[in-house]
């Protein structure tokens, strides 16, 4: 049991990571990285919504006719989100007014129905809702790192608006690199986007070919240790 | 005992309409419990907004219920009815607070917050939303830059019409060299929302006595999609 749950979080922080490797929720991914704060604020909000999908749709995935299983799944996650939406616009007024337009999107992103069709409607409540959260943390590393990476290059800092999520107190944490830095403005449009996913992707792949590399030499060591 | 095609049919509408109205029903109660704090903190985003482009001693009324409602002006760019908030102190008007929307900005419109003191001089200018490039054109939001300050204390007596222009066109308002079209989008509108208070003033200044209005308007502020 423990071994599934390994999985499922291996499989969505890495194997299967919907930023970098599934390449599902492209419009959110592309449009809210423009710095660290907005991508990992909106990811965890992905993360929450998809945990909560995945978690309601398990138990009562035996009462949905297949028929009707994608309206469904869709009219569950567009409640859960507006749930969300007002939640947070009532009690992280901040937050919301950073976010506001994105969460609705959520709805829209792929990676959510993705995961409620292709896992929750198979597997328990517990499993689903820790591969909701995998998922939806997957997702928000990738946009943190890229919101970070598209920051650094375009504007010379990082975490700036971590004021407006934490309140003025937060402003402190804001790191400036390089105060006469006059910015690479590529980075912040959306050109930046795709160059920096990409890198990215071309990064994750590296390193699997590298572990697959290393792993072969290791086999074949052994394997020609047996023969001699 | 096998299902008839109607038997089957009857039970999948039956299902989905369940499942629309308990995500209806859970909608209405999430709803109802958070209408009240959602209020509340529209009402505070704003007047924190307010209170950046007019200090809280300039006036002593309650600034969201003292509103004047405004017909579409080319002078504000406004295509809809816009609310003009009224400040006032010790029952005097003080200030108004005008909506203005620049229609010539390098992408899309750029809506401005504009409070105008009773003697026709600028309090403050703030950027509500645009979509101008980030990095270049975004430095009339104050959170990229104090630009827009350059407005404060600026009035049509101090700075005749010809001044309100930006340097290379020959006025006196700076400028970032690589992005003219935004600043003077915007100084244009300011100018232009001074220009409707002037012609405007008695209808402002009068009309405030017998308002009615309490709901509080609602135009939240809007971060336009990158």
Redesign the interface.
């Known amino acids: 049991m423990t071994n599934q749950y390994k999985e499922i979080t291996l499989n969505g922080l890495w194997k299967q990571n919907s930023g970098v490797v599934q390449l599902l929720g492209m419009c959110p991914t592309l449009a809210v990285t423009t710095s660290a704060v907005n991508g990992l604020s909106l990811g965890l909000a992905t993360a929450i919504v998809m945990a909560l999908s995945n978690g309601s749709v398990s138990p009562v995935r035996q009462f949905v006719p297949s028929e009707i299983r994608v309206p469904v799944f869709i009219l569950v996650i567009a409640t859960l989100v507006t749930v969300i939406d007002m939640a947070l616009n009532a009690f992280a007024h901040p937050l919301h007014k950073v976010l506001g337009i994105f969460i609705p999107l959520i709805v829209v992103n792929c990676i959510v129905l993705a995961r409620v069709e292709s896992f929750a409607a198979k597997n328990d409540a517990v499993p689903s809702l820790l591969d909701g959260f995998m998922m939806g943390t997957g997702l928000a590393l990738v946009l943190g790192v890229l919101g970070g990476l598209r920051e650094l290059v375009g504007k010379g800092t990082l975490f700036s608006g971590l004021d407006l999520v934490f309140g003025p107190a937060a402003k402190q944490f804001v790191l400036t690199v390089n105060t006469d830095y006059h910015g690479f403005l590529l980075a912040v449009l959306p050109p930046g986007a795709f160059l920096g996913l990409g890198s990215l992707i071309a990064l994750r792949n590296w390193i699997e070919i590298r572990k697959a590399a290393k792993a072969n030499t290791t086999s074949d060591m052994a394997k020609s240790a047996l023969i001699h | 005992m096998a299902e008839t095609p109607i038997q ?1 049919t009857l ?2 509408t039956l ?2 309409m369940i ?2 109205l308990l ?1 209806t029903a ?2 209405a109660y ?2 109802e419990i ?1 209408r009240v ?2 209020e509340a ?2 009402k ?2 704003r007047l924190a907004l307010f209170k950046q482009i007019l200090p809280e001693s300039a006036y002593d009324n309650a600034l969201l219920t003292d509103v004047v409602e405004l017909p579409p002006s080319a002078l504000l760019g406004s295509q809809h009815p816009t609310i003009a908030n009224i400040a006032k102190l010790n029952h005097q008007v003080a200030g108004v607070i005008l909506e203005a929307v620049a229609h010539d900005g390098y992408s899309g419109d750029i809506k401005l917050l504009i409070a105008i003191r009773a003697d026709g001089s600028i309090s403050g200018v703030r950027v509500l939303a645009h979509k101008e ?4 054109g975004d430095y009339i939001d104050i959170t990229h830059g104090k630009w827009i300050q350059l407005f404060n204390d600026e009035s049509l007596s101090k700075s005749p019409p010809q001044f309100w222009q930006v340097k290379k066109d020959g006025g006196k308002f700076d400028y970032m060299v690589g992005a003219t079209i935004t600043p003077r989008a915007v100084v244009k509108a300011v100018l232009k929302a001074l220009q409707f208070f002037e012609q405007n003033k008695k209808m402002l200044f009068a009309e405030v006595k017998n308002t009615t209005i309490t709901s509080v308007p609602s135009m ?7």
């Open positions: 089957h039970k999948t299902t989905m499942f629309a995500g859970l909608l999430f709803f958070t704090p959602i903190s529209e505070e985003a490039t980030p990095g270049l939240p502020i809007q971060r336009e999609k990158p």
